[in-house]
């Protein structure tokens, strides 16, 4: 079994910041890649963001969209979307995705999973 549980969302005026966090727990044997998708009110699911998972650096940050930067700390199976200078059409439900590979009891699948998603709003 493996969980994704996001968090850091929340409500933010026009401008300011937020930092979302997503750890991955469970019968993990390989981390591929762990990003970032959203979805704003009346629309589709939309990619942001993803990172590829290296075992030779334990930590990485790419910058994406010019105001966001996602990074990962390998130790803690943790990725990060740190958003700055946030607009109103940044709001929707943001939502932690993982490419990863299972191993346990005979089992060995890789599988891309999901988290339960974490809202961000921004507003005046």
């Known amino acids: 079994q493996v969980q994704l549980v996001e968090s850091g969302g929340g409500l933010v005026q026009p401008g300011g910041s937020l930092r979302l966090s997503c750890a991955a727990s469970?019968?993990?044997?390989?981390?591929?890649?762990m990003g970032w998708y959203r979805q704003a009110p009346g629309k589709e699911r939309e990619f942001v963001a993803h990172?590829?998972?290296?075992?030779?650096?334990?930590s990485d940050t790419y910058t994406v969209k010019g105001r966001f930067a996602i990074s990962r700390d390998n130790s803690k199976n943790t990725v990060y979307l740190q958003m700055n200078s946030l607009k109103p059409e940044d709001t929707g439900v943001y939502y932690c995705?993982?490419?990863?590979?299972?191993?346990?009891?005979?089992?060995?699948?890789?599988?891309?999973?999901w988290g339960q998603g974490t809202q961000v709003t921004v507003s005046s």
């Open positions: 995705n993982s490419d990863l590979r299972v191993r346990n009891n005979g089992n060995d699948y890789r599988r891309a999973y």
């Open positions: 990172i590829p998972w290296s075992s030779t650096a334990s």
């Open positions: 469970g019968s993990i044997f390989t981390i591929y890649t």
